[in-house]
Every structure is written in structure tokens, then in C-alpha cells.
């Protein structure tokens, strides 16, 4: 919209009562302001996580686009912030600012432990996550698999100067790009944090291939104990125009990790001052160490050998030809759009049932899977951001975890049902 089309008031200002409701919002209670600091301060918490604007003291978390991801991320700041451990249940139970609040208050106080700087030392263990990526890569014998490669499209007058320099910061600023990988006198992966890593930044002109034949040039296989995991170049197309090639091995970064890097880098390139990093991946690492001898950990152990115990199901979908010899990472995908009908619908039936668009979908997924395979016990992996701590949030490093979601899709049952069986494994999974 054009800033003239705007309705303002006679002083000037955006007339906001005037504005035309979004097309496909949901339903918003009239804004109500808290009325303590308690409920001020989760207000607080919920605009930084929904960063949807003021949020009222009625307003539903899963209404203003929040989701269960986002609802973990609220959960942790709570935690920091009021030193109170607030189940996930009860953010869906109880998803008003006004609700949470009374939970808050009536919750069992427990302490935030912040994740303190390790001491330093020649070589620090390795995350649950970077373990099983670091045998991944030993099967897969030095392919690309693991690469966790990013274009972006670059335009106008490029200074590669200024942006070699601005790699380096980055490398000087997040351990993890200075990281290499070996095993202990045990045969233990171990991670070794470098001082100075080598680091040229590749520059090349496009000739006679393609743009994505030159992308996929770029990705070439990583050795672990080489520092740094992570490489960055340009392709120049023309003299207002370039390709920034980024390629990271998975054992130092995740998806949050790439979105973090290009955020710091276009404020880095913008002239703006990063916040500074308190804790490393490192850090995380000796700390889930300890806190994989505690009772919580034992506790979560627990359940997840109840959730996969018994014969695993192995799925299987009718092919249209046998599977080759040996696997191939060349994948593909397809995408499509679903009408706003349908996606009001989905929309719909997740507030029904109290659940997020992403409960219904995995249920239908699921359901799916049922009846192409005829089968009533299948296990879903799906990933998760991995990121329970709130100081966990800008770091770079290995954090995604996938959790196996088993659901148990029998013929006859209602989808209303199925939907809430998913609901409650999907939380506890959590």
C-alpha cells in the first residue's frame, strides 16, 4: 500500500481504528493492558517472541501466529524470567497472557541455571547432536550429504573487500566457525576450539555454466578435522549483480544457525554492532554433559523407551520401482499452494480442538501414510528446533534434533480423536 492510500488523523498521525482488517485474520478480543507487573512482563515476553505487535491481556498466543516452536521459546524466557518452569501443556491450556500469568503465579519455583563459560581446555566433549552427525559422516565416507550450503542473490556495486572482512569477524565472533572435529585415546569424537582458522574467500566469474551449475560446484566435502567447516565466495554475473555462496558442514550449524549468520551479516555489512556472545556451542556441550547425569535426563530417557518399545514399525509405501543398490541424497520436492477455503478450514479445526496447524497436518500426514501402507503403527521423525534455553537462541552450532513421533492410526477411529492422540504425543514429545 502506498503510504498516501494510509487513512491519518488531523494531527498526522496513522488513523489506526480506520485501517481494513488483515484479509484471513482470526477473530481478536478488543486489546485489554495488563494490570500487573506479572502480566506486564509476560506481555513483554509474548511480543518478543510473536513480534506481531501489542499484545493484550486476552489475546490467544496461537491466534497471533504463534506455534509450538514459538510456545518453547516462550517457555524458556519464562523460565529466565521468572524463575518458574512452566509445563508446554500449560501455554496450550491456558494460552492468554491473563491464564499464564495465574499459572505463573501458582507455579513451583525453579531457579534458572544459566549456562556458564566453560573453563578452558585442549578439547571439550561433543553435543548428543554433533556425536550422532559426526558418525553420519564417518558412514557416509566424505560426501556431501551434511553440507548445509546458501545462495543469495546479490545486487549493485559489491565491495569483496568488505565482505572478506566481514567473514572474518563473523569466524572471529562464533567459535563454531573455528571448530574442528577428532577422537579422544577412547575413540571418543572430541571438538577442538582454534585461535586462528585459514580462510580465503572465493571469488570467480560466471562463464560458460549456469547459476546453479555454479552453485553446485561450490559444495565440495568437508574433512572434520580441518577448520574451519565453513566456506563463503562470490560468483559475479554481471557488474550489479553477484551470487554469495555460503556452505557450512551440519556439525557446526542448523537451520537457525543459517538464518543467523545471513541476519549478522547483512548488520555487519549495514554498519551495526552485534550484541556480544556471552556463551559458545562449546559451552552447551559440557553443560548437556552434566546434564545428561541428572534425574531429568533419566526422566526423559524413561519415556522415549516406553514411546519406542515393542517391534518398530518399518514403513512401507507401495513404489513404482525397486530401490537402487545404493542410496542417493539427490532429492526433490513439490510444492503447492492450498486454497484460502482449505486453509481456513485447517485453520478451524486446529482451534477446535485446541492444536496448532502443525498437530492437524502431521495427523493427516499420518493418516495418509495409514492408508497408502496399510499399516496402524507409524513413526514420523520430525525435526526440532532444539533450542530450550533462551541463551541457546543466538548461538551457532548443532542444536536440531528429530523427534520420533509415533502415532497409531487405526481404521474406524474419528479424525477428532486421532487429532487429540497426536496432540498429546507431539506435547509430551516436546
Known sequence: ??????????????????????????????????????????SQLWEEVLKSGPVGLHDNFFDRGGHSLKATALVS?????????????????????????????????SPYEAIKPAEKRESYPVSSA?????????????????????????????????????????????????????????????QRIHDEVPFTFHTSVLGGQTEQEAAAAFIQPFD?????????????VSDERHLLLVDMHHIISDGVSVNTLIREFGELYANQELPPLHIQYKDYA??????????????????????????????????????????????????????????AGLHKLARENGSTLYMVLLAAYTALLARLSGQEDIIVGSP???????????????????????????????????????????????
Open 1 to 42: 500500500i502506498e503510504m498516501e492510500q494510509w487513512p491519518v488523523t488531523p494531527s498526522g498521525k496513522l488513523d489506526r481504528k480506520a485501517l481494513p482488517a488483515p484479509d484471513g485474520a482470526a477473530d481478536r478480543e478488543t486489546y485489554t493492558a495488563p494490570r500487573n507487573l506479572t502480566e506486564m512482563k509476560l
Open 77 to 109: 524466557r519464562i523460565a529466565k524470567e521468572f524463575g518458574v518452569q512452566v509445563p508446554l501443556k500449560e501455554v496450550f491450556a491456558h494460552p492468554t497472557v491473563e491464564g499464564l500469568a495465574s499459572v505463573i503465579s501458582k507455579g513451583t519455583e
Open 130 to 190: 554433533q556425536k550422532r552427525m559426526y558418525v553420519l559422516q564417518q558412514l557416509e565416507d566424505g560426501g556431501t550429504g551434511y553440507n548445509m550450503p546458501a545462495v543469495l542473490e546479490l545486487e549493485g556495486n559489491l565491495d569483496v573487500e568488505r565482505l572478506d572482512a566481514i567473514f572474518k569477524a563473523l569466524i572471529k565472533r562464533h567459535e563454531s566457525l573455528r571448530t574442528s572435529f577428532t577422537t579422544d585415546t577412547d575413540g571418543e569424537p572430541v
Open 224 to 236: 572434520l578435522s580441518q577448520a574451519p567447516l565453513f566456506r563463503a565466495g562470490t560468483v559475479k
Open 286 to 343: 559440557v553443560w548437556q554433559e552434566a546434564f545428561k547425569k541428572g534425574d531429568t535426563y533419566k526422566t526423559q530417557e524413561a519415556y522415549w523407551l516406553k514411546q519406542l518399545e515393542g517391534e518398530l514399525p518399518v514403513l512401507d509405501l507401495p513404489a513404482d520401482y525397486a530401490r537402487p543398490p545404493v542410496r542417493s541424497f539427490a532429492g526433490d520436492q513439490v510444492s503447492f499452494t492450498l486454497d484460502q477455503e482449505l486453509t
Open 384 to 430: 526440532i528446533a532444539g533450542r530450550p534455553h533462551k541463551d541457546l537462541e543466538p548461538i551457532l552450532g548443532m542444536f536440531v534434533n528429530t523427534l520420533a513421533l509415533r502415532a497409531r492410526p487405526e481404521g474406524g477411529k474419528p479424525f477428532a480423536q486421532f487429532l487429540q492422540e497426536v496432540r498429546e504425543t507431539a506435547l509430551e514429545a516436546y
